[in-house]
Nanobody
């Protein structure tokens, strides 16, 4: 069973930076996609950034501001968020995909004040 534990997040001012961390345990390899999703109040959960086998995909809204990275030896995924905007305020979830199943962390709140 895959388990994901997030840390980081919190409160930042617009233009500031935050870093999110996700530690995965269980049968996860570099060929399994891992990523970050977010859900703002009243909105659907959306993909922010995904990484798989060294390849990355970003939502248009975060391109150039957010960077996803992965340490396969430690089974960790990091999301570096720069130039934060109030619209980035949401609960951020770490995700992993394995054999058609999606696994989720508990979520961490990110709040950006203007």
């Amino acid at each position: 069973q895959v388990q994901l534990v997030e840390s980081g997040g919190g409160l930042a001012q617009a233009g500031g930076s935050l870093t999110l961390f996700c530690a995965a345990s269980g049968p996860i390899s570099s060929s399994n996609a891992m990523g970050w999703y977010r859900q703002a109040p009243g909105k659907q959960r959306e993909s922010v950034a995904v990484i798989r086998s060294g390849m990355t995909v970003y939502a248009d809204s975060v391109k150039g501001r957010f960077t996803i990275s992965r340490n396969n030896a430690k089974n960790t995924v990091t999301l570096q968020m720069n130039s934060l905007k109030p619209d980035d305020t949401a609960v951020y979830y770490c995700s992993a995909q394995r054999f058609g199943s999606n696994y989720w962390g508990q979520g961490t709140q990110v709040t950006v004040s203007s």
